[in-house]
């Protein structure tokens, strides 16, 4: 696979990385055919909310039928990122597919940010190849191949139960600004959380989910001074752990 590189500020991501993975099977020792799926994340940062992750599958045959303009979705105005996640829903699976995963900051606090974030990933994954069995794909005829963003290669532990050949998972820095699956992966996953934040929103209202989406605002931060902490939020992060830190009783010793 390709090394990382440096990227011009106006590049967009394409297939090149996929059809890389793809031509691999095409070696004359090769054993199986390739499924190659990109998967990212969303919300790692925030001090609320839980971290999502999709795993998301371009058929390289129907490139056409892709929605135009996948890209990072940090680099998408939220009306044209919710396009694209519409956009994208309503393809068949046939031409796209993705599953999305998440786990919340119970999740997070018990085992910590990164495995958490892996763990959703490999949930998402998982989903996606239980959603082609019930469609009686016989995935197991292929080698899988997974483009991760990131530096970090997820260690996918429970994947290997449903998969014959060895597993490829391949970290891709900025990834979601060279890779289509990934990108569409990013918008699945951003799109997803920030639906959850809003719905979050509603029943724990005063900290502005909608709008921050569980990041430390200063509104959000305002917010927890004033009404506390709730089961949404991350006590294992250094501000909310500081925030219930100053609300537990002083004990003030023996008289």
């Not at 919340?104 to 239980?130: R, W, Y």
């Not at 997974?146 to 530096?151: A, E, Q, S, T, Y």
């Amino acid at each position: 696979m390709v090394g990382p590189v440096k990227l011009p500020p106006d590049s967009k991501p394409d297939f090149s990385l996929e059809t890389a993975a793809l031509g691999e099977a095409d070696n004359l020792f090769a054993t199986s055919k390739r499924i190659v799926i990109g998967v990212d994340e969303a919300g790692r940062g925030p001090w609320a909310g839980p971290v999502t992750a999709a795993a998301a599958w371009l058929n390289p045959d129907c490139l056409d039928a892709i929605p135009m303009g996948l890209n990072d979705s940090k680099k998408l105005s939220a009306q044209k990122r919710q396009l694209l996640f519409n956009d994208l829903s309503a393809l068949p699976p046939t031409v796209f597919a993705a599953q999305v995963a998440s786990r919340n900051a119970q999740d997070i606090d018990q085992s910590g940010i990164l495995p958490a974030t892996f763990t959703a990933m490999e949930d998402a994954v998982i989903g996606l190849l239980q959603y082609w069995a019930e469609d009686q794909l016989n995935f197991k005829e292929y080698t899988l191949h997974v483009l991760v963003d990131g530096h970090l290669k997820p260690p996918f532990p429970r994947l290997g139960q449903y998969i014959a050949h060895p597993l490829v998972v391949t970290p891709v820095i900025k990834g979601d600004g060279r890779s289509l699956s990934i990108a569409a992966a990013s918008i699945m996953a951003k799109e997803t959380r920030d639906q959850i934040m809003t719905r979050l929103d509603q029943d724990y209202p005063g900290y502005g989910w909608a709008d921050n989406k569980g990041y430390g605002t200063t509104a959000h931060q305002a917010a927890l001074a004033k009404q506390g902490i709730t089961p949404h939020h991350r006590q294992s992060f250094k501000p909310i752990a500081a925030v219930m830190a100053k609300t537990l009783p002083q004990d003030k010793g023996l008289d």
